[in-house]
């Protein structure tokens, strides 16, 4: 009997996000180095997903490795209640130091899905801890996504990935996403209907709200749907002036991917909650932090435990994916790396505008590390013919795309060659136009 890699996983794997009975073969790969992931057959593929968008230093870094490797030599995992340890604290202090205002207490987890979960837990137990059971509902924004686990479906519902779960999800208030590209005329507009969703929201419901998650600036797995900084800080003061908690889930948008390090540094806001994970280990260990308000914790303070926050996982600051995570922000600073996305988002801008004349693309928009384009003419939604033919023959040319349906987005780690992106957009340009045929 066969025991190839394929032949195994094909009798054993179950693939996340995959219909198991259309789906390729998935790519068996063997080796990172930089940008580039290496197959068991030798051929190299440029990475321009980051590999689900949680690559900023390139893969397989050295520094990372061995930042790893020294931390399992001296303590690899221990409980974190009742216990703690250097590296957990050293992250803790750093993030709250690059976080704005008064972001100062961390709550570790090890995935995005876990991050947002514990944020909406942490709100929702804030209020009832200050004997306020009346808030009972989370607001959102439409098509935003915020992971797979239970609460983290409820408040990206709209997303349209969870029609199976409809009856496991609680009610969510959606108001519309304002989204934008380059050279839209009616974004005034798009804003003025979410400001005035908003603003009936609140007049009714204000006093029942827990909080509002939003993912800020762009809305990742949604379509890579991006919004304007100045509007985002107009409805973060309206949903704070009335008293709601507000969630930043930057999973996807945290540590450069916007342009600056946070997208509420863009955006010149302080939430009340941020929750991190993907890119905060570079990729190279499952890790997240849910960030609050130092008065959010504070009220989980008594003598009882009932106040307490009884919430936890097996994993819950594992120490390797701390020293991950230092290594990780250390390169982020030795390495300019918003220097480094600066450039990047030069090349999206000068290589999507020649790609404007193509009749196939529309929708052109850019924010940081972060290019996206619809892909017009075809079908739609997230199964969408249109974008698996587009990546299946770039990966043909040897680079690795994930279109989200129709949507096409470019997202490489920080480390990717000028030279490599270039080549991208080389293929772009010659395989879009063949999509129709
Ligand atoms: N929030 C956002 C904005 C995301 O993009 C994702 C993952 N794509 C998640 C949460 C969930 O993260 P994870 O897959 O690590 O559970």
Not at 9 to 15: A, E, F, G, L, Q
Not at 327 to 338: G, R
């Amino acid at each position: 009997m066969k025991n190839d890699t394929l032949t195994l996983d094909r009798r054993h794997i179950w693939h996340p996000f995959t219909q198991g009975q259309t789906a390729p073969d998935p790519v068996v790969m063997t080796r990172g180095q930089g940008a580039h992931l290496i197959a068991e057959d030798g051929s190299r593929y440029l990475d321009l997903i980051s590999s689900w968008w949680v690559n900023i230093h390139g893969h397989a870094r050295g520094e990372i490795a061995t930042a790893i490797s020294d931390q399992a030599h001296r303590l690899e995992q221990v409980a974190f209640a009742g216990f703690t340890h250097r590296p957990g604290v050293d992250l803790a202090c750093r993030l709250a130091g690059l976080l704005p205002g008064d972001l100062d207490r961390v709550f570790f987890s090890d995935n995005g899905s876990t991050a947002v979960e514990i944020a909406l837990k942490i709100a929702w137990q804030y209020w009832r801890n200050q004997g306020d059971a009346r808030r009972c509902l989370f607001a959102a924004f439409g098509g935003g996504y915020h992971g797979d686990t239970l609460g983290a479906m409820s408040v990206g519902f709209s997303s349209g990935f969870y029609a199976p779960f409809a009856d496991m999800v609680r009610e969510t208030a959606f108001v519309p996403f304002a989204d934008t590209w380059l050279g839209d005329n009616a974004i005034d507009d798009k804003e003025a209907a979410t400001l005035s969703a908003v603003e009936t929201l609140l007049s009714e419901k204000a006093d029942h709200l827990v909080a509002v998650i939003l993912e800020p600036l762009i809305q990742a797995a949604g379509g890579m749907r991006m919004g304007r900084p100045d509007f985002l800080r107009d409805i973060v003061a309206r949903f704070q002036a009335a008293g709601v908690i507000v969630i930043f889930d930057e999973v996807m948008t945290g540590f450069g991917r916007t342009g600056a390090l946070f997208a509420c540094h863009k955006a010149k806001v302080i939430p009340d909650i941020v929750c991190v994970a993907k890119s905060l280990t570079a990729g190279f260990l499952p890790l997240a932090a849910t960030v609050c308000r130092e008065d959010i914790h504070q009220s989980f303070l008594s003598n009882s435990f009932d106040t307490a926050f009884a919430h936890g996982h097996s994993f819950t600051a594992n120490p390797l994916g701390c020293a991950a995570a230092l290594a990780s922000l250390d390169l982020f600073e030795k390495e300019h790396c918003l220097e480094k996305i600066a450039r990047i988002e030069q090349i999206h801008h000068q290589r999507l505008a020649d790609l404007s004349a193509c009749p196939t693309i529309t929708h052109r928009r850019v924010m940081g590390s972060v290019a996206a384009f619809d892909l017009h003419g075809g079908d739609q939604g997230y199964g969408a013919e249109i974008g698996r033919r587009l990546s299946e023959r770039m990966r043909k040319r040897g680079f690795i795309l994930r279109p989200l349906g129709e949507v096409v987005y470019l997202m490489p780690p920080y480390c990717i060659d000028e030279h490599d992106l270039h080549s991208a957009y080389d293929g772009l340009a010659a395989t879009v136009p063949t999509l129709l045929d």
